[in-house]
């Protein structure tokens, strides 16, 4: 159907590559013509912007894409690429386009919200109107807090604040518009700042070379071998939307089995490119009849541990780079290339982390149970700073997340939102005793067949653990000792 009313938007798409649920899209459609903009944003030297997306999820960007584009020309929506600094782009854009509103949904990591206010300024002060939308989470952060405090430093109290909060129904795809006509698709390919998706180079990458496993990141690597585990878009997004009960039944039990494919929904890469929206997702959840309740719940609560890590993200000034508890920053780490090469590479001897950086290297994804264990291992056995593991898992996975990723390094590594922080220390080897007792998931990632060896029972060979994880765990005990008597304490 065609729009009467002149009026033309441009949506700036960012991580919400979806047409249904969209409030941005909906609101712009209701208003006339639209056009889609999607750009490979760099961080500017000053530190605004989103944080550069790392091999994997460029990948993923890079097909999610194609595929955002087929969907919108189906509704009669070009969208156009762009690759460099958003500040000087969308201005650029909407002047270029002659469109009277920007719309987009809102991003809460703080460096890409004093960008989006700029670009919001820049664009107001040139006469347009600029809209922003919810659309990325069920909660906006600055509208929850605690009673006489600024915001929630712990889960349970976070999720009891919000979790019977109204967050309204999903919207459907748009209607369809009149496509552009072929001389305003010319217009769009003449303006300097618009490219093709394959000249935006997200599966582009050098290998540094420099010969550590760690440093040798090749983009292609995703293309060829993750692939086949994943159908990025929005499209396929919506099917396995509609089988979402297969992840959800028997989840309080079995969500921490990390062999089972569908011990858990396996939708992270779809919520960190905003394929679907957190809001389709619970009301999803919320209407399958044959899921028992403890197990609906149990799925519910890890949405909202989502929610939570954006919460802290919005609140905190750099959660990337800055422990929660300042006390960390003193933390004595220790410099080991070696043995984060192994740990990277799935080469420490420990079974169960060698298999989750096998899957992880495999398939842009590990099991949240394993994650948890792989982490612990590398920043409490081998004292390693918890940075290096999460710029690998940065690098490496398909779902890398801006307030996930760091949030949740930050609670394993003790000095983030935990109430019990370093004193949890995983053991691998009881991790894997207790959540893979038949070896099937270290079996299938290590390619060695169940009933194989444990590790208890091998000795000697090639696969001798690299650390001694009793004396590695009093190790940890002590730093974290020293750090607690050279620090005053912290008030976080
Ligand atoms: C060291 C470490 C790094 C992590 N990095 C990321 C990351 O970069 N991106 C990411 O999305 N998640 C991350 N997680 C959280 C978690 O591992 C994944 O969200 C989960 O494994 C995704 O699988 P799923 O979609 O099958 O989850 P399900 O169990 O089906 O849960 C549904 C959704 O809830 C959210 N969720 C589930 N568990 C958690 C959790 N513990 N914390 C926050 N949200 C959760 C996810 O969005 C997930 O898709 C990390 C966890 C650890 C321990």
Redesign the pocket.
């Known amino acids: 159907m065609s729009h009467d009313r002149d009026s033309l938007t441009l949506v700036w798409f960012r991580d919400d590559l979806r047409v249904e649920d969209h409030e941005a899209l909906t609101a712009a459609c209701g208003d006339g013509q639209v056009i889609g903009l999607w750009i490979r944003e760099c961080r500017s030297d000053d530190g605004l912007g989103p944080r550069p997306l790392g091999g994997a999820a460029r990948w993923w960007a890079h097909e999610s894409l194609r595929v955002l584009e087929t969907e919108l020309a189906q509704l009669g929506i070009p969208l156009l690429f762009a690759a460099g600094s958003a500040a000087d782009i969308v201005p650029q854009a909407a002047a270029d386009l002659k469109v009277d509103a920007v719309r987009w949904s809102r991003r809460y990591a703080p460096a890409a919200r004093r960008l989006d206010a700029q670009i919001k300024t820049d664009l107001a002060d040139a006469g347009r109107a600029v809209h922003s939308h919810t659309g990325a989470l069920l909660v906006e952060p600055w509208t929850v807090s605690p009673q006489g405090g600024d915001f929630y430093k712990v889960f349970t109290p976070f999720f009891n604040a919000v979790r019977d909060r109204s967050v309204g129904d999903s919207l459907p795809a748009p209607r369809t518009q009149s496509s552009p006509t072929k001389a305003q698709r010319q217009a769009f390919a003449g303006h300097s700042w618009v490219r093709d998706l394959d000249d935006l180079g997200l599966l582009d990458g050098t290998d540094t070379g420099s010969g550590s496993f760690a440093s040798a990141r090749t983009p292609q690597w995703w293309r060829t071998t993750v692939a086949g585990h994943w159908n990025p878009g929005c499209r396929e997004a919506a099917g396995e939307l509609a089988c979402l009960s297969d ?1 959800l039944d028997g ?1 309080a039990d079995s ?1 921490d089995v990390p062999a089972d494919p569908d011990s ?5 890469p779809r ?2 490119f905003g394929e679907l929206s957190p809001r389709q ?1 619970l009301a999803a959840a919320l209407d399958i009849p044959e899921v028992r309740d403890d197990d609906r719940q149990a ?1 519910i609560r ?2 909202y ?2 929610e ?2 954006w919460h802290l993200t919005y609140h905190l000034p750099a959660v990337e780079s800055e422990p929660m508890r300042p006390e960390f920053a003193s933390f004595p780490y220790e410099d080991d290339p070696e043995a984060l090469d192994h740990w990277c590479s799935g080469t420490t001897g420990i079974d169960l982390v060698d298999a989750g950086m096998a899957q992880l290297w495999q398939t842009g ?4 149970r394993v ?2 264990a ?2 612990s291992f590398l920043t409490k056995n081998l004292l390693i700073h918890w940075w290096h ?1 999460e710029q690998w ?2 690098d490496t ?1 398909v ?3 801006e307030a ?2 760091p ?3 930050q ?2 590594a003790g000095c983030g939102a935990d109430a019990a922080p370093y004193f949890r220390i995983f053991n691998p080897e009881r991790q894997c005793e207790r959540f893979d007792p038949d070896r099937e998931y270290v079996g299938r990632w290590l390619g060695r067949g169940p009933g194989d060896l444990t590790q208890a029972e091998r000795s000697g060979g090639d696969d001798e653990p690299i650390v001694d994880l009793r004396t590695s765990r009093q190790a940890a005990l002590a730093a974290y000792d020293r750090m607690k008597n050279e620090s005053a304490g912290s008030n976080w």
């Open positions: 992840g989840y969500h858990t929904s396996g939708l992270s919520l960190r997702l799925w890890q949405l541990w989502r939570f890590s994804w590990m099991h949240n994650r948890m792989t982490a593991g898992f940065w996975l779902d890398a997340d996930n990723n949030v949740s390094w609670w394993v």
